[in-house]
């Protein structure tokens, strides 16, 4: 006991030593990620073979009970027509007893039975008719006896087995209501499928992407590999004429221009207007990772660049730029690349640039999306201002 605190103490100790470093996104997160969701999809496969299999055994328990019912049915309807079978031999009996009776009181005139028998020629003749007659109405008794007899235990049977069907209804109806639970288990998982795959299909592309540019699984993204160029503070090169460079590499987008929406409250870049097709350059070296209009939900075509700033990661994006952007992924740029246009593209009323950076973590570059927003920074405490 004691010695297993220690030990948590000691992991404990260990883990709050360790330099965290929140911008430290290895090629190892995004394989762990493809295996996770590999994983996933595998357990929802298997989930879904499993209810399919027994969706299969509930219908054949299905068709096996309703199989019963109608034997049952047809049980019941013979039963039934033996009942009435019965029901008309003992009428047939009692009428044929009656026909006996009536046969002795014709022989005999109005005196009947008793009359007929005292009526015999001598004692044996006497016996002899009094025994036919009770032995033809006592054979006919015992007959309809033991068909009402019949009928009784026909009775007994038929509602027994009626007993049983509604029982058997009764189960049919449960296994209906289990086959539609498990139905309804499987197309929700199923209906999860697509997500999974595509999140497999979304990491599995970075690390095809990143192992393309040499990266190994304990390198990290942008730092120790697939390094974008360095941004060289005051660091010498051409500078178009109009250029504001800061001491530290970073220039203003445009050559002169004016801030029509700052940064903060709800907005997240700053918006920058020189009027449309004004030429927009890059903040600082880097590398184009991103162009095109399909990140934004308003269709806005932007440029996304990289940056290294002292190892450091520092994205800029260019948003409402005009469609025909100059540059394309993957190239290098600096202050002197004209990356894209003014444009009015995407929500924007007018054409303006808005300029948009994070640290650390860059839009569909590395992390979620919503790890990149809680890195979004002004722009000002890199680009000089043009004031
Ligand atoms: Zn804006």
């Given at each position: 006991m004691k010695r297993s605190i220690k030990v948590i103490v000691t992991l404990l100790l260990i883990t709050l030593l360790l330099p965290i470093n929140?911008?430290?996104?290895?090629?190892k997160e995004y394989e762990d990620a493809v295996a996770k969701y590999t994983a996933e999809l595998k357990e929802k496969e298997a989930k879904i073979a499993k209810g399919k299999e027994e969706i299969a055994a509930v219908k054949k328990n299905i068709a096996d009970t309703e199989q019963k019912i109608a034997a049952t049915e047809e049980e019941i309807t013979r039963l039934q027509e033996e009942i009435e079978r019965c029901d008309k031999e003992i009428k047939k009996k009692d009428a044929e007893s009656k026909k006996i009776m009536e046969y002795y009181q014709i022989e005999n005139g109005n005196n009947a039975y008793l009359e007929y028998i005292f009526g015999a020629t001598s004692i044996t003749d006497m016996v002899y008719r009094m025994s036919v007659a009770e032995q033809l109405t006592d054979y006919n008794d015992k007959i309809m006896k033991e068909l009402k007899q019949l009928i009784e235990t026909n009775k007994a049977k038929k509602a027994e087995l009626a007993k049983k069907q509604e029982e058997l209804e009764t189960l049919k109806k449960k296994l209906e209501s289990e086959k539609e639970r498990i139905e309804q288990e499987v197309s929700g998982v199923e209906g999860t499928v697509p997500s999974t795959k595509g999140q497999i299909e979304l990491y599995q592309k970075r690390v095809n992407y990143y192992r393309s540019k040499g990266?190994?699984?304990?390198d990290i993204i942008?730092?120790?590999?697939d390094v974008p160029p360095k941004v060289n503070p005051s660091g010498g090169g051409s500078v178009s004429p109009g250029a504001i460079i800061g001491e530290?590499?970073?220039?203003?987008?445009?050559n002169g221009g004016r801030i029509s929406w700052g940064y903060g409250g709800g907005h997240k870049g700053v918006d920058i207007t020189r009027g449309c097709g004004t030429p927009i350059y890059a903040i600082a070296p880097g590398r184009v990772y991103y162009v095109g209009n399909g990140l934004d939900n308003y269709g806005a075509y932007m440029v996304l660049i990289v940056h290294n700033v002292n190892g450091r990661l520092v994205f800029s994006q260019y948003a409402h730029?005009?469609?025909?952007?100059?540059v394309y992924v993957g190239q290098s740029v600096d202050?002197?690349?004209?990356?894209a246009y003014m444009g009015s593209t995407g929500?924007?009323?007018?054409?303006?640039l808005h300029l948009e950076m994070s640290r650390d973590y860059g839009w569909a570059y590395n992390g979620t999306y919503s790890q990149y927003v809680n890195h979004i920074t002004s722009p000002w405490n890199y680009v000089p201002s043009p004031y």
């Open positions: 929140v911008s430290a996104v290895t090629l990266c190994n699984s304990n942008g730092v120790t590999c530290n590499g970073f220039r203003f987008p445009v730029v005009q469609p025909g952007i100059p202050t002197n690349t004209v990356v929500y924007s009323t007018g054409c303006h």
